[in-house]
């Protein structure tokens, strides 16, 4: 494996890139065409945040969208534990929503996870972020996280910790967390009022007991709250994450979202209710819906205003390896930890993120000519398009290998990353399948046009009889460069009367369990 | 009367463990057992036995009948 170091599939592009302007530099704010409002959420430049804290999140997957293409995160499951019991959780399997996996994901101790955390940022040079988020509580099984974090700390230093809790435990362990080396703490908050939380959480175990029903919500509400200003006082930066569920607590998220922001949250991260009855879970076998991708975004957006919203999370399994939607714990199971000889390299690590810089600065500067040509154009249209890519902010992705979609909001006043949709591949064995075909549109469905660098004719002629125009002229060119690019002609199109501009309908969530390593 | 682990349903996620006032749990082949011998219901360390609240699966932590009723010690 040491023969892979500074070669992964990433670096060609990356290692070419010219000296341009950091990406530091970049201002990320456009207005909105809606809203008139900034809305640089957790995109590209630093927007309106403080300095200091675009420093600490500017290479960090999680909290930076435009970041997550070009570096990757790892988990580690050490704390299987939990203290709280959610409807949308099965323990027995998985968990389908949050980061926080039962049995099926391999349990590691403190000194296995240093292993495979060293491994890792070997063969992925781009690996930043270590986080713990289970399976279970890193809370309820402090001992093993606050170790594993202790041992990461102090043999790779470069390495950013960062860990998420369900918040029950958290003000017990405020010191220790001020007084280690992490610098993001994510919060799952649901709900701030008990009448809602007892729709979502059948139990608490605190203070040796286990409460049930109102009680039990009012006091984890309580709790994350007061964890939460704990944390802003120390200058602990906080993200909150939040499940939506339809009817339970869609409408209540704004006033949740209000909440957090009062008390120094600094990213507020809205995710889909995902529940299938083969889940297990008591959503998923009481026939709770999850929200569509309308009601997703109508969501974000209503909160936009109030806090930044981050809109890339993928829901990964909690020992999740690699960049954006690819998944490559399968590389580094104990077993193959085992075999490896790993050396951890200070050096060449810094030397391949610099090149990532370069190759981030080019990819801003190519977006801001495009636009800056497109300056003048006045429209009030807004439409949606999806584009298949593998990283690195290209569109580098062929249709049927495609395991997701970005989506990108296009105005005049520039691309928008807005979401991502899941979808199975379409091409297995070399053979599309007219169902998964009809399932991966439905998920692209409110848009315009889809990227791609490739894309068979079978597919080709569906999509434009479905309205989805296929684009493939843009193979491996940046992706917003490219949308723009594509959006002005389509604006030409509309005005020469060629096209007319038509509002498109709903998506679906893809509803299987994105958890899967597939 | 001591507690028992109903093994075919034990998670292993060992939300138990370190809960137990008596260290009478411990984890064999992947799913946790109670040493009956040492487990006192947790009675004088706390209202309820610990495992039996911290257990995400229901009647998974019960108790142990197979056993003569004071058999085990106080
Ligand atoms: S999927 Fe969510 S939690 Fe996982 S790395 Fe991406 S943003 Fe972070
Ligand atoms: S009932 Fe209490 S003493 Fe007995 S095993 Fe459970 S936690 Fe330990
Ligand atoms: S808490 Fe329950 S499921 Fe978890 S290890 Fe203990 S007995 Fe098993």
New interface residues.
Partial sequence: MNAVVGRGKYVKAAVDGGKMKPAAEYKGCRASANTGQASCGSQAGPGDLPIEIWEKVKNHPCYSEEAHHHYARMHVAVA????I?CNYCN??YDCANESRP??VSE?LTPEQALRKVLAVATTIPQMTVLGIAG??DPL??P?KTFKTFELVAKAAPDIKLCLSTNGLALPDHIDTIAGSKIDHVTITINMVDPEIGAKIYPWI?FN???YTGIDAARILTDRQLQGLEMLSERGILCKVNSVMIPNINDDHLVEVNKAVKSRGAFLHNIMPLISAPEHGTVFGLNGQRGPTAWELKALQDACEGEIKMMRHCRQCRADAVGLLGEDRSAEFTTDQLMKMDVQYDLEMRKGYQDGVEDERAAKVAAAQKELTEFAGEMSAITLLVAVATKGSGLINEHFGHAKEFQVYELSTSGAKFVGHRRVDVYCQGGYGEEDRLYAIMGGIHDCHAVFVSKIGGCPKSNLIKAGIEPVDQYAHEFIEKSAIAWFKSYLDKVKRGEIQHEQRGDAAIRQGSRISAA | MPFKIIASQCTSCSACEPLCPNDAISEKRGSFVIEAAKCTECVGHFDEPQCVAACPVDNTCVVDTSLPRYQAPA
């Fill in positions: 299987p534990a939990c203290n019991q323990r027995k039962g049995v349990k399976p279970g309820a099984n001992a175990f040796h007991k286990r």
